[in-house]
């Protein structure tokens, strides 16, 4: 089955500017997360939907950042203004059931963002 | 509560064994176990869910230990191709994977 995809791979952008990032998870995979990962560190959840409904977003900060999954399938992310500490890989990743915690998640490439 | 993983670093002589550990300061639902090599997506490894049950995925294996609040990884007979870092994800009864902040294995020849 084909993968998470992921676009773009990389980005550079200068502070304040905006950045989207966008995601299509595996066919049929209900719930879709944002991770964000800084280097050497463990990636943190940004936003976690179901179908098209979120039901996690405690971690995003929302003044700069906003996702959306029309349709419940693929999904964007954006950020603006990016701030310097925004630099990061920004992993999407998908899980099939309703109870994904009981599932492995499949990770896209990411996309890694460098704010200058 | 993002959980602790130990060492933060290991290196490995090929054929060698390893273990990682998990611990968390809070009640454990499930432990997820993820491999990242450089530049690329972690990797899913295996699932343990509550009820202290052992897994083995080759020469990888899985412990869960609920009482203790902690999972440790086994690595046997390591090969070049176990570098990386790993991760272990913990989540609770309400979902939300957190992840440690990994554990860089090196093997060399």
């Known amino acids: ?116 | 509560q993002q959980p602790v993983q130990s060492p933060q670093a290991v290196i490995l002589r090929e054929g060698e064994d390893a273990v990682i550990n998990c611990s968390s300061s809070k009640a454990l639902y499930s432990v997820h176990w993820y491999r990242q090599k450089h530049g690329e997506a972690p990797v899913f490894l295996m699932i343990l869910l509550k009820g202290g049950e052992q897994k083995g995925h080759e020469k990888i294996s899985a412990s869960f230990n609920e009482k203790k609040q902690q999972s440790s990884l086994y690595l046997t007979a390591s090969q070049l191709s176990y570098s990386g870092t790993y991760f272990c994800g913990t989540g609770g009864g309400a979902q939300k994977l957190v992840f440690g902040q990994g554990t860089r294995l090196t093997i060399n020849p």
């Open chain 1, 1 to 116: 089955e084909a993968g998470v995809a992921q676009s773009p791979r990389y980005k550079i952008i200068e502070k304040r500017q905006s950045v989207a990032f966008w995601c299509n998870p595996i066919s049929g995979h209900a719930t879709l997360y944002w991770y964000q990962q800084i280097l050497g560190q463990g990636p943190k959840l940004l936003i976690q939907f179901q179908n098209n409904g979120v039901v996690d977003d405690s971690q995003l900060p929302k003044d700069r950042f906003s996702a959306e999954r029309l349709k419940g399938v693929d999904s964007t992310l954006k950020i603006q203004p990016a701030k310097l500490e925004d630099s990061a890989v920004y992993l999407c990743a998908s899980s099939s059931l309703r109870s994904p915690i009981n599932y492995g998640y499949t990770f896209g490439s990411g996309t890694r963002l460098t704010v200058v």
